[in-house]
């Protein structure tokens, strides 16, 4: 059986989405595809699982013309390469990776903005003083452990199963149906535009990007946070859409109870990939909580 192929920078991203601020960086034993727009205060924008900078197309450029943007592949995503040891895709170590990044850049953001696991990922970086964001923006955060995922719900066999390669290339392969990458779209809530569901599409059906995102899940341990939000001092804005079905509207409320300087704003109409459904609208309002916190944003 033939190795799995990572999507290829000169082939799959001719046409990606704001390639000219793409770069390429070696920071903490990877090699990472970062975007990097604008001028003013640093601004880190994280994606969630299965995702990648595509999911950020639109919004990016909207905030480039105020904050100097960084906005990373995770490991494993897009065109990041995937870690050796798997240990890599654990919150913990996608965490070093990212702060490993900022480092190699000689950036410092101001405030952070992340969407889904991306917000748990920003949040655990702030706990442990590897990020020092004068806010932090959770879109759609998936902050806390899912619905019977508490206890151990990840085993070493079930982690051994979705780090192999056999169901990566199920999923992928699942993926070669239009039809199947709509109905994997309609669980977020959310309705794309063909762009957003042919990008999601093309990642989809590659197995190395698949095949990280599984073992994410299975790595993925947000018990430790959940316990740690209240000592989450900075400024934290939970933007949630109602209409979102992966995570549900109810657990921004639980996180608002748990972290001392949350603030929750529930826009109607737009589910978990709110971000790409209405751009302008969230980033008007990740301007304006920049303002409220007292970071300098250009007019």
Same mark, same amino acid.
Request: hydrophobic share 45%; charged share 20%; proline share 9%.
């Given at each position: 059986?033939?190795?799995?192929?990572?999507?290829?920078?000169?082939?799959?991203?001719?046409?990606?989405?704001?390639?000219? %601020?793409?770069?390429?960086?070696? /920071?903490?034993?990877?090699?990472?595809?970062?975007?990097?727009?604008?001028?003013?205060?640093?601004?880190?924008?994280?994606?969630?699982?299965?995702?990648?900078?595509?999911?950020?197309?639109?919004?990016?450029?909207?905030?480039?013309?105020?904050?100097?943007?960084?906005?990373?592949?995770?490991?494993?995503?897009?065109?990041?390469?995937?870690?050796?040891?798997?240990?890599?895709?654990?919150?913990?170590?996608?965490? /070093?990776?990212? /702060?490993?990044?900022?480092?190699?850049? %000689?950036?410092?953001?101001?405030?952070?903005?992340?969407?889904?696991?991306?917000?748990?990922?920003?949040?655990?970086?702030?706990?442990?003083?590897?990020?020092?964001?004068?806010?932090?923006?959770?879109?759609?955060?998936?902050?806390?452990?899912?619905?019977?995922?508490?206890?151990?719900?990840?085993?070493?066999?079930?982690?051994?199963?979705?780090?192999? +390669?056999?169901?990566?290339?199920?999923?992928?392969?699942?993926?070669?149906?239009?039809?199947?990458?709509?109905?994997?779209? +309609?669980?977020?809530?959310?309705?794309?535009?063909?762009?957003?569901?042919?990008?999601?599409?093309?990642?989809?059906?590659?197995?190395?990007?698949?095949?990280?995102?599984?073992?994410?899940?299975?790595?993925?341990?947000?018990?430790?946070?959940?316990?740690?939000?209240?000592?989450?001092?900075?400024?934290?804005?939970?933007?949630?859409?109602? +209409?979102?079905?992966?995570?549900?509207?109810?657990?921004?409320?639980?996180?608002?109870?748990?972290?001392?300087?949350?603030?929750?704003?529930?826009?109607?109409?737009?589910?978990?990939?709110?971000?790409?459904? /209405?751009?302008?609208?969230?980033?008007?309002?990740?301007?304006?909580?920049?303002?409220?916190?007292?970071?300098?944003?250009?007019?």
């Amino acid at each position: 059986m033939p190795a799995l192929r990572a999507p290829d920078w000169e082939t799959d991203g001719l046409d990606w989405p704001n390639r000219e %601020a793409s770069r390429f960086v070696d /920071a903490g034993g990877l090699r990472w595809h970062v975007q990097v727009m604008g001028s003013g205060p640093v601004l880190l924008l994280v994606h969630g699982t299965g995702a990648s900078t595509h999911s950020f197309r639109d919004l990016l450029p909207l905030l480039a013309a105020r904050f100097q943007v960084v906005a990373p592949d995770l490991p494993g995503h897009g065109f990041t390469a995937r870690p050796e040891d798997p240990a890599g895709l654990s919150l913990p170590g996608m965490s /070093a990776g990212v /702060a490993a990044l900022l480092g190699t850049l %000689a950036l410092s953001p101001q405030i952070a903005v992340g969407h889904s696991a991306g917000a748990a990922l920003l949040c655990q970086m702030q706990l442990t003083g590897q990020l020092r964001s004068q806010a932090l923006v959770s879109l759609n955060g998936a902050l806390l452990p899912l619905p019977g995922l508490r206890h151990p719900a990840f085993t070493p066999l079930v982690r051994s199963v979705v780090s192999g +390669e056999w169901l990566p290339r199920l999923f992928a392969r699942r993926m070669e149906s239009p039809q199947e990458v709509d109905r994997l779209l +309609e669980r977020t809530g959310s309705v794309l535009d063909p762009r957003g569901r042919d990008l999601y599409g093309r990642l989809s059906r590659n197995p190395v990007h698949t095949g990280s995102a599984l073992a994410m899940m299975g790595h993925w341990d947000t018990r430790p946070l959940e316990a740690g939000l209240p000592d989450l001092e900075v400024p934290l804005l939970l933007l949630v859409g109602a +209409e979102d079905r992966m995570i549900l509207p109810g657990v921004a409320l639980r996180v608002r109870a748990l972290a001392p300087r949350a603030e929750l704003l529930q826009i109607s109409g737009l589910g978990h990939l709110a971000h790409e459904e /209405a751009p302008q609208l969230i980033a008007e309002e990740i301007v304006r909580y920049a303002r409220v916190q007292g970071i300098t944003v250009p007019s």
